[in-house]
């Protein structure tokens, strides 16, 4: 097989006199591309496991054995050595070198220095003194190489993010290293771990005995604690800002410029440190002299390709708890988490008691699944690539771009020149994305050309609310339509009858033609079988039909793959290996339908059963037209302009983001788009008619969806109730700024003697409030809930929105603002209302998920998946449906909401809301519960009275114009004196209510509707 | 008056007879050339009728630019009573207005004067500044058009009389080491010879003379883009000869902004944020052959740099064969048009 052509940029160099211009391998490609080699080198070895280790020890050591090795090879060149050749690696070596020595001399005054501080200062020398300094050497240079361009600076990088990445890649070494040390990751050598190949995955029973017999064994040797502290962020900030400003002060360039036939030279630094403006803000960056950025324009070192981002070679490690798993060495994470302590809490937690075992049984499964490449598919896209055109959605190796030209009057005209500096800079940045998509796509065929005659592996962990993604960023299943075209099973299984049906159907789906019946899919497959056959033999040089697929690199793949097996002497009994995938019609919304028991909405995304597909979209699309004839009729000629072209295309995208909580605005947005791209509608109009639009589209969803409607508010009023709450001990630190009656106490006595003792006026004998905060704003500090909940497998789910507080960390370099996430600081209640709908939905999903994973596994069939799309071998697929099903129902028949609701109120119940934070429609809604005490309702009429509480009439007149209104009235707040018996006798006030307890406004479940979600179970284009 | 689009943020003279004042201070008759006004912002158009009043061998033609659409009827009724006055419906901050105006054929008769033959005696602009970003931007992007020509200098040297907020006028002029020293005054007072054409209190208190209103009695330091800052009448007139040259204005712009990011600290400091081997042009600036008031201590703060100063870090800089060639990338959004004023 021919090898990856790799992405080359042109570089142009004097040679003789003369301009030579030739390609040249980005170094970062060219690294990955070694990488890779080891995977290839060692093939001939046997032991796999022992392979993946190799792959796996120190990327760091192996960086810089590389760079010795190419700076011994750059001297002993010397006399031929062309310094502008490639000077990148040359002067990354000579930093490294210098750098290495400045830090051992630098880290030991540190140490001398810190052993005579003051006991109570942070040191720094041991964090610095965990790897030997040309580690950190190295790591600092690499790590700042590979961050130019990022974050929006032009040729250099924004200096927090430059400091904190240095200062966790550090970290991340460290950890490796004494995971290493420690002989936990080497222990899967001879340890337990290694008989859970995936041959042995059918009993779940027999994993989770293991699995808990390896933790064990790892809990008696008790080395796992010391690993698993963190660093704080302050921490990585200044071990990264010492490392940086090393780097900063050692590395230089000589500089050299020809003018009017003098040639100046001058030794300048490689980085330096400056402020650039941002949005009214002064940024601290990074920038790189220019002799520097120019090597790096064309050419990013981008992240090392870490073994982290490659597929494995043996089957994950079983996840023992959240931070052990997959990968066999080094520190893993069951759950991607940013900067939430309160979720690794609670993870860690329900690890503890055992809740995670289905969701780690979950992962385990689809981390087992086997994949090959698709050597067949994977030739083409090398000959494409190769090729360097573009093609089926591979970027070209170069994009002929005409720069514009320089207008005469540019000088003078501040429009003209305005325009062409934009359309330079669109110029610009059009080259840098072809390069870096071309980058991306070489990952990939590199990634499959090393792996070609491998078996592979994709461990997965979950984002936060539970979604599974495999770990390797570059090639996996989950990623775009050439990665999925190039994976196949590694498993192969007999065709079938009702096999080769489905991989008919597949060809139908991938190629865009699955909003019609199966029978007419396979149809399909059969009335272009000359096509399906011209694709797969002459994919480049043929009729190339599989070029009109949504999907191409898929379709080609079906293609060859319906070929041979169609060829094959008896194609029942051929063998198959390529993924057939079932994807569920509008997922969020089926969840919802099946939730709100809506009938209506359960049979327009294919929960219930019919001879053909629904389609959501277009019957959404029907009823706004309906609604717009009916305007007409009622004298609003302008609509006519739209009537009649209200197409699926128009509506779809609000209808799909109408789960994820889509608001009238974004609605419109989208809207007014789809009306501006129909040509002819005049750009004023098209805003009214896209608020139009959008307004009606939203309401046939609310009537379409009625119980879903109910549940999305339900679930974004039971939000903004908790993320408003406090608990109980606190309440009293929000009155009086103490936190305990003791210590208000104390402070009363205090301030007392002071007045005594004093007897000047401006003691007031009261005990004043610690902090200069007003009873209001230490409210708001204290709402610091936010929302928690268990997926029906048990694994909790903290919503990470807090109001951003940032700390101020002096370093080396200069002052810097960051988030500490050790922080308390208070929720965002408006971000946890608005995500909490569509996180808990997507929880679900991603429940049904794992569930369907499980139960797969437990079959004995394959399973991979891409969110709401699952694939398996095309003899399973009916297999495959019936458990689909069987997992949505036992899902849906579990009682979610109530068991959500409970869980709140067992959380939260006694949680108290203030009393000032209740909107109008909250006291509406409570004065109307007949379960809610009469005193609790006759306190915030008082309470609520005092403010104001304006007539719910009156609030909502302003939103819907010329409707009528009556007033409800208010129960009339009783006279204190009579609410209370024996102790307002004394004509003692009650103070008026501040608090409610949580229970009383958490609202009671919308009603559901009357569809019985087991119906489901008959229906035919449910996952489809 | 009707409130409507695009009149936040902006105060509009309202008192008719310091409008007449104020056009009286403009000196549009002195020469006895018939003009052409171009008026920025005028609002409700009171400033506008007080330049009406003036005869048409004074004032021959006046360009109205104003978006706020709750501005347009009464300026409409303006423009139907005197056939000398032509409405733009667009801001004055869109340089596209400058060249359909042009286009359209309305500077057809205007003679295009060297900057050495004196005032332009047939153009003048008028106008206020509203409060708000953009228009401090258009401020320090008209100023600076001066070194190059661009723009209406075009036509040669044409006076500004702006009706704009106090602060904005603080930081125009201020001197030296004042905690007000800014890029913009750099620019202004390198390019343009101004003053106030009103005395300094002339038109307070603001709300007798200007609306909307503030608050009438403030304790606390207003906003500069708050409605209620005082407005100051200042005359602005492009120099002979500019300090700012059209060949190396890039490297000003460069310079200033870079440079005042931190305005306290020393130039010995300060002067490594241009450049990687920037500070090699300390040498040049402390070089004993420079006259006196060229040469900078090296201790010197940033804002404490005089004019004189700035031009011969500028010089140095200039002939410095390693300095950035990417300058315009650096300070990439100068020129930058944000379309938000069009709402």
Partial sequence: MEPVQPVQKEVIRLEDGVQITEGQIPYNIQHMRDTLQQVLNNRSQSDLEKRQLDMERTVYDFAKQRREFEARNLKDLKINTNLTKEPLQQWMWQWYKLLKDRLAEDIKDIKEREANAKPDAVPLAPFLSCLTPDVLASITVMEVMSLPSSGGVEGGMKTTRALLDVGKAVEAEYQARILRRNGLSDKANNGPARTMSHQSLSSLLDRRAQREAIKSDADKRKKRPEVLLEWSAPIRLKVGAFLVDHLVKIAKVEASKTENGITHTQEQEAFYHCYEHMRGMKIGVIRLNRIVAEQLEHDPVTPLVHPRQL???????????????????????????????????????????????????????????????????????????????????????????????????????????????????????????????????????????????????????????????????????????LSRGLLKFAERRRLGERGLRWLKIHLANVFGNDKISMDAREQFAMDHL????????????????????????????????????????????YESNLPVHQDGT???????????????????????????????????????????????????????????????????????????????????????????????????????????????????????????????????????????????????????????????????????????????????????????????????????????????????????????????????????????????????????????????????????????????????????????????????????????????????????????????????????????????????????????????????????????????????????????????????????????GSGAAEGATVPPLRWVDLKYILPPLPERGDFDVSRTRQSQYFFS | MKKGVGTSERSYLFNPVAARELVETYGLEENGYPKIVLETYPGPGVLTRALLALPRTTLKKLIVCEYGRGFHPDLEALAAADDRVHLVKEGAYYWTVYHELEEQGHFADLPRLDFNDGIHPNFRMVGHLPLNVLAAQWLSQILRAIADRAWMYAYGRVPIHLLIPEPQWQRVSAPPMSKDRCKLSIIAQANADFNLTLPQDYLKPYNSFFYPRGHDVTTKKLKDTAVGNNMMAVNFVPKIDPIIKSADSDEWDFLTRQLFVNKTLSLEKSISYLAPGASILLEHVTDPKLPLEAQIPIKTPIRGLTVEQWRSLANAFSKWPFKPDNIKALTNDEWKEIKVERK
Wanted: with cysteine; glycine share 6%; aromatic share 8%.
């Fill in chain 1, 311 to 481: 597929p494995m070679l043996v089957p994950p490690r079983p996840w023992l708890d959240p931070q052990d798993g997959g990968y066999l060495t080094g520190r893993a994470a069951a759950m991607r988490i940013r900067e939430c302590q309160e979720q690794k809490a609670h993870l860690d937690e329900a690890s503890r008691e055992g809740h995670l075992q289905h969701v780690f049984d979950g992962l385990d499964v689809l981390g087992s699944t086997p994949w090959v490449v698709n050597k067949e598919v994977f030739e083409v896209a090398l000959k494409v690539w190769n090729s360097g055109e573009e093609f089926a959605g591979l970027p070209p190796a170069s994009k002929n771009l005409k720069a514009p030209e320089r207008p005469v009057d540019y000088d003078t005209n501040l429009k003209t020149r305005t325009d062409y500096q934009h359309a330079i800079r669109e110029l610009e940045s059009q080259k840098r994305n072809n390069h870096s998509e071309r980058c991306a796509v070489n990952y990939k065929m590199d990634i499959a050309h090393a792996f070609r005659d491998e078996v592979m592996f994709f461990p997965h962990n979950l984002d936060f609310r539970g979604r599974a993604y495999p770990i390797p960023p570059h090639l996996s299943h989950i990623g775009d339509d």
């Fill in chain 1, 530 to 573: 000359e096509d399906i056959y011209d694709s797969a033999k002459n994919p480049l040089d043929g009729k190339k039909w599989w070029l009109k697929a949504d999907d191409p690199w898929q379709c080609l793949a079906t293609c060859m793959e319906l070929r041979t097996a169609l060829d094959s002497p008896n194609p029942i009994e």
């Fill in chain 1, 586 to 980: 509008c997922n969020g919304l089926q969840h919802y339908a099946a939730l709100g028991g809506d009938a209506v909405g359960a049979a327009q995304v294919n929960l219930d059963v019919a001879d053909r597909p629904s389609d959501v979209y277009s019957f959404v699309a029907r009823m706004v037209e309906e609604e717009i004839k009916k305007d007409i009729a009622q004298g609003h000629a302008d609509l006519a302009l739209i009537s009649g072209r209200v197409s699926r295309k128009v509506v779809k995208q609000t209808v799909m983001t109408t789960v994820y909580g889509v608001t009238m605005v974004g609605a419109r947005a989208q809207i007014e788009r789809q009306l501006r791209d129909l040509g002819d509608i005049h750009h004023e109009k098209c805003w009214s008619l896209a608020n139009y639009l959008a307004r009606k589209t939203l309401t046939c969803i609310g009537d379409l969806f009625k119980g879903a409607n109910g549940i999305q508010q339900w679930l974004s009023i039971a939000a903004r109730t908790i993320s408003r709450s406090v608990p109980e001990p606190r309440t009293h630190y929000c009155e009086t700024g103490y936190s305990t009656p003791e210590q208000l106490e104390a402070a009363a006595k205090k301030a007392a003697a002071k007045k005594a003792a004093s007897k000047s006026s401006d003691s007031t004998g009261v005990a004043k409030p610690l902090t200069k905060t007003s009873e209001t704003e230490r409210i708001r500090q204290e709402q610091m809930v936010s929302v928690i909940w268990s997926t029906p497998l048990g694994l909790p789910i903290v919503q990470p929105y807090r109001k951003t507080t940032r700390k101020q960390v002096k370093t080396n370099l200069q002052t810097v603002f960051i988030s500490d996430p050790n922080q308390r600081s208070a929720v965002s209640p408006r971000k946890q209302a608005s995500a909490f709908p569509p996180n808990f939905i997507h929880s679900l999903d991603a429940t049904h998920m794992l569930l369907t994973a499980i139960t797969m596994n437990k079959a004995g069939l394959a399973f991979a998946s891409v969110h709401d799309s699952y694939w398996t071998h095309p003899s399973c697929v009916d297999e495959m449906s019936g458990i689909i099903r069987e997992t949505f129902i036992k899902l849906h028949t579990e009682n979610i909401l109530e068991k959500l609701r409970g869980g709140f109120i067992e959380r939260y119940g006694n949680f108290k809301v203030p009393v000032e934070d209740l909107l109008d429609e909250d006291i509406d809604r409570v004065l109307g519960q007949s379960d809610v005490p009469e005193e609790i309702k006759q306190g915030i009429v008082e309470a609520t009275g005092q403010r104001g509480y304006k007539l719910r009439a009156q609030h909502v007149e302003d939103e819907y114009e010329g409707d009528l209104f009556v007033p409800r009235p208010l129960p009339l707040p009783k006279q204190a004196a009579s609410a209370e």
